[in-house]
């Protein structure tokens, strides 16, 4: 495609298309991609960019997998989609199936739903109906962590970050939920007992209200990219245990691998009541969740009243998207993907430690296959997204946070030219009016 073309597509787009977060005609740039494969994104005008997103945390294999395109193509030649009411198929009972084996021990029910955000809502409706089953109808909020994400629909909004959450925004269309300290302790710091105490006395004074506590377990997302103690999710699985609340775990971002284990939870050996599933569930080919439960709270609902759960997804199951997780699954498993994620997690702890010492930086931390760069200050975005398009990478900072999260395929080479990327980018950064802009502007 010629330059030409580029210039007609970004045209095109900035008059008809929103993207994440964006305004119609907004002065940050897009880029057309015209194809991808492995970690290399080609552009429409034939620029190649090694890929340090995964497409937010999804593509784990990388574009353009033979093995994930061929599932896709025979599962087509059968059925691209039926509907799922009264109706079921071999995709959706051997990925169901496929992800009971694999997952914490005790889930062994899945329901199947479109994205990350719609699965967050069933995960939260679930809790809900089994208060109601178990006849203690008050149960109905939720008790949720600070810097948390959890989807952009209502409800899902409601429990993430009440300032980052954008809260103020909805103001009273949002149900107010209750909120605690995000624990304060790195990965490998142990457990701050005030943020024990603060989960504490939440359950203690409202749980007689409170359905379930929601949680990134030990990788807070989009909300702050931070990392805490295994310990802290340990302590508030026994406390959701004592005070007779449902634990949710959100592993949208950090399920299949990204952490370092397969699960987060897996960091605590701790189960939740009900997993978000989603993101590199389907290898990033596909939009699918998953909501996982115990036998105890899907019979909970099913003997309570109305008896059964009310959701109900149109594309529910949808055959494409489970033939393809399951293929996905399968490479996961089939490679040494503990090795890549720990080879990787080297590789940017060395590629990022030199952003350490500049004074615009407020932290270097890494765990698993997530790098972050924390700033003193937002990025912007204008200036600073083409700077990494001109070194060849694709990385895409928001608010104060610079972060990777490669595909697990990436290689040596292809990670030292990203983590050198964002210590050059970073390096040129410079604070001017509260924002951290290219220097020499
Ligand atoms: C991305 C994400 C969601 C929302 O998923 P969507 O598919 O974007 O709706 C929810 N929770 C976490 C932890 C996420 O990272």
């Known amino acids: 495609m010629n330059e030409k073309s580029y210039e007609r597509l970004v045209a095109a787009d900035r008059a008809m298309l929103w993207h994440p977060y964006s305004a119609i005609d907004a ?10 494969r492995g970690v290399r994104l080609t552009l429409a005008d034939g620029r190649e960019l090694i890929d340090g997103m995964a497409s937010w945390w999804c593509m784990i294999h990388g574009y353009n997998h033979p093995v994930l395109n061929a599932a896709i193509e025979h599962q087509l030649s059968d059925m691209a989609h039926v509907m799922f009411g009264g109706l079921t198929h071999a995709p959706a009972i051997d990925l169901a199936r496929r992800l009971i084996e694999i997952a914490p021990d005790g889930l062994e029910h899945v329901f199947f739903a479109d994205s990350g955000s719609v699965a967050v809502e069933v995960a939260l409706k679930m809790a809900v109906q089994y208060w109601r089953g178990r006849g203690r109808p008050a149960k109905r909020r939720f008790v949720a962590l600070r810097n948390g994400y959890h989807g952009d629909t209502l409800h899902a909004m409601s429990v993430c970050d009440p300032v980052t959450g954008m809260h103020t925004l909805f103001g009273d269309l949002l149900p107010l939920q209750f909120f605690v300290p995000p624990p304060h302790a790195g990965f490998a710091s142990g457990v701050d007992e005030g943020d024990v105490a603060a989960l504490e006395q939440v359950l203690d004074g409202h749980g007689g209200e409170i359905a379930a506590l929601i949680l990134e377990p030990v990788v807070q997302g989009a909300g702050g990219m931070r990392f805490y103690s295994p310990d802290y999710l340990r302590a508030a699985r026994a406390l959701c245990d004592r005070y007779e609340v449902l634990l949710i775990a959100d592993e949208i971002a950090t399920g299949f691998g990204r952490s370092g284990r397969l699960f987060a939870c897996e960091h605590a050996a701790v189960a939740p009541d009900i997993l978000c599933l989603g993101k590199a569930l389907t290898g990033g080919y596909m939009t699918l969740a998953a909501v996982m439960t115990t036998h105890a709270l899907a019979q909970a609902i099913a003997t309570g009243d109305p008896g059964v759960f009310m959701h109900g997804p149109t594309f529910m199951a949808n055959p494409l998207a ?24 080297r590789g940017l702890t060395a590629g990022l430690e030199a952003c350490r010492a500049m004074s615009h930086v407020a932290d270097v931390r890494v765990l698993g296959a997530i790098g972050v760069v924390e700033l003193s200050q937002p990025v912007d975005m204008a200036t600073v997204q083409p700077m990494f398009v001109e070194r060849g990478v694709w990385v895409r900072p928001f608010g104060r946070l610079v972060y990777l999260m490669p595909p697990f395929v990436i290689d040596d080479t292809e990670l030292a030219r990203l983590t050198a990327g964002v210590a050059d980018v970073v390096g040129r950064l410079v604070v001017e009016s509260g924002r951290c802009v290219p220097v020499g502007r």
């Not at 002065?27 to 991808?36: I, L």
């Not at 489970?322 to 997690?345: H, K, N, P």
């Open 27 to 36: 002065a940050t740039p897009v880029y057309p991609v015209a194809s991808a």
């Open 322 to 345: 489970c033939a393809v997780s399951l293929a996905s699954i399968g490479l996961l498993l089939a490679s040494d993907w503990q090795a890549d994620v720990t080879r990787i997690e």
